[in-house]
């Protein structure tokens, strides 16, 4: 049952107006629809008419107020057929639903005892009959009946018109909202809530309301969000020109929400996770992503909403672009450098992942099942990653003249990548054509590069190829034009050189475009032998190769301009260390420490510091997930104890280096998520690491206190962390029973009490996940706290890829659970299961055992389509 892109056919109906009445309960809602419906002109006229609509009881259907026969309609688990229909009439349905039976969470559900909505991308047509497509846009009016001491608030998108009491302790908002859009930006919420409000004055003068509505104990929780809120509404009129076009902005926080928000128009729906903050609840990291986030569904009202997606293999028009301005607005607001390194970081090691797994797909897809399974990294992330290098390409200006193109040229219209693109290469002149392939051709391309310097001639000469590797249903790839900047840096002056390429002077940093499989770029004038500085800022989505010997990463690390590529060489510089030792490991060898990474270090930590975040980040070793990600077979217990092992080594041999910068760091002002106190913070904590690793009483000491001291969240975590991960048990115990007495009645803070005891590298995480999920706080019903226990304990690589299997094997089980639940979670909970082909033989056998026992059962869209995928 899959849908293809070739398959595309414009719609033959629009609906123009869009009138639902929700009369609330939550085991049987009854949902009337009236809608406005013109067949389109070029429609051929016997054209049947085809209404979405699932899991509904049906009770009565009208057209143009007259019942239809029975014989007038099919209906069946799709939806509604309606052969026979004039050019031009209303179709009024009556269905009724239970949301307290809702628990996938798609459509309108339960969350706390009240109700709310998730519609993209396939929701609505689970509330009532509807052609639920995006290139369908209507104007919506709805009225929200509910009972007035359950649900004292109703809200939907737009304005509010119309309000009243009725009978029976019932009352009723009407509400309107002015924007035609399509039905997946529907939104109803009802229930007992408490709002912030505040105000914005957009560029032209429009006096806009901004609510954020909670759960009453959460009141003290909302400022940074609407902080956020206010300087995104202000960073998209400047820097895009962009204004918002409601009296009002409404944001809702749900504690039951798939995902991380919902850009619903007028009224976004959060996870309460994305939206609530407060020092001594949340870390600096939540601060920042929740920044991203308001920001992130804020600025889908243009990018996504006012310009839609045709259809839903169009999704990383939206999203791409959308994630690139969020991005932007991060780097903008806080420190750039450290943005982009935590942002290509978490993309190397998770999006990586996804190109090399069978699940593989391009931006633009050409074919799914279910397309729930599509909100991932590639749509997202690797689709931020292309517009931001079109934006490189084409340089500020044209791509902002484009962008003023498309919001103008498209407004109101739901359209796709190649309109978007189109307008890029219109504002900017440039031809575009084979930078189109980055949309359609899966994988992760691979540079391999070498260089020769020639010293008669004072020529550098750099060659690179490329190539992609294959990936499911796709074999064959071309060559894409991957911008690849770079400055060779003098070896002898530690300067950028000045570089010259086909007699043209172009300065001391450049971009050179590769087009072809393989070319070699002839650098002139070149009075010294260099080391390039190559993919500065991760000019492109790629894999690049380059013989580095220690000595020049070391070099790189203190000497190259660009702040992103001294982090990228300290993190090739640990990665070679690292391979040593997993190699060491699986021979049996002893492990010896390269003092060549200890003396760069030192020279990291006595160096003057200009951005303690940056500092920090060099810091820090790639992750095992990211080491993973580069090893042709994943050895879990290698790569563990590799990175353990310099670890141990780093914190031992700098010791009173790291004690130094610790304690030059610990500060008693008020909190305050700003990029100078991030930036101390994050140092501290990787001090603290270091020192941890160790164990010394000292240590442990300032560890303690930092947790018993409670001066925010960051701090608590950190040390709550490194005391649960030591090796001390009389460490651990008592401080994980104190920590989740404490915060038994805040269920986000118990979210990270579960992830922090159950990434622990001790044996028995096993167990005490299985503990945890009889948890009073732990359900399964919950998609937070399922990440938080479950998700967390399959990216415990050691624990879970235990080699009796029981990892594997309580995966499974609650994959099975899920998939009668919540068969999105089950999907993406399922994920690391579907990596088995990048392991030894033993755990590919146990993986695969579980995939064919997850196969038996009768299965969602959702988990089939991944169980074929990592079995075919
Ligand atoms: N458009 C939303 C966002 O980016 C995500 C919606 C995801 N929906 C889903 N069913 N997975 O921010
Ligand atoms: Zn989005």
Known sequence: QPVHLSDYQPPAYRVTHTELTFDLDPASTRVEARLTIERHPEAAPNAPLFLNGEQLTLESLLLDDEPLAESAYQHDDKGLTVANVPAAFTLATRVRLAPEENTALEGLYQSSGMFCTQCEAEGFRRITFYPDRPDVMAVFRVTVIGDATREPVLLANGNPVERGELEGGRHFVTWEDPHPKPAYLFALVAGDLACVEDHFTTMNGREVTLQIWVEEENLGKTDHAMASLKRAMRWDEDSYGREYDLDRFMIVAVNDFNMGAMENKGLNIFNSAAVLTHPDTATDAAFQQVEGIVAHEYFHNW?????????????????????????????????????????????????????????????????????????????????????RMLKNLVGWEAFRRGSDLYFERFDGQAVTIEDFVGCMAEASQQDLTQFMRWYHQAGTPEIDAHGEYDYVNAEYRLTLRQRTPMTPGQTHKQPLHIPVRMGLVGTKSGHDLTLTLDGEKRGKDTVIHLREAEQTFVFTDVAEAPTPSLLRNFSAPVKLHFPYSREDLAFLLTEDSDGFNRWEASQRLAMLALNDLIAAHRNGVEKVMDTRVIDAYRALLTAPVNDKAVLAEMLKLPSEACIAESQPLVDVDAIHAAREFVRQSLGFALRDEFMAVYTANVSSKAYAPTPEQIGQRSLKSVALAYLMAVEDEEAIERCQAQFDAGHNMTDVRQALTLLVHSSRDELAAPALKAFGEKWAHDSLVMDQWFSIQVSRPQEDVLERVKYLMQHPAFSLKNPNKVRALLGAFAQNRVNFHRLDGAGYALLADAVIELNRLNPEIAARLMTPLTRWRRFDDARQALMQAELERIKQEPLSANVYELVEKALA
């Open 303 to 387: 990018s996504g909403n006012r310009v839609t997606c045709r259809d839903w293999f169009q999704l990383s028009l939206k999203e791409g672009f959308t994630v690139f301005r969020d991005q932007s607005f991060s780097a903008d607001t806080n420190s750039a450098p450290v943005k982009r390194i935590q942002d290509v970081a978490f993309f190397r090691t998770a999006q990586f992942a996804e190109d090399a797994g069978p699940t593989a797909h391009s931006i633009r897809p050409e074919h799914y099942i279910e397309i729930t399974n599509f909100y991932t990294l590639t749509i997202y992330e690797k689709g931020a990653e292309v517009v």
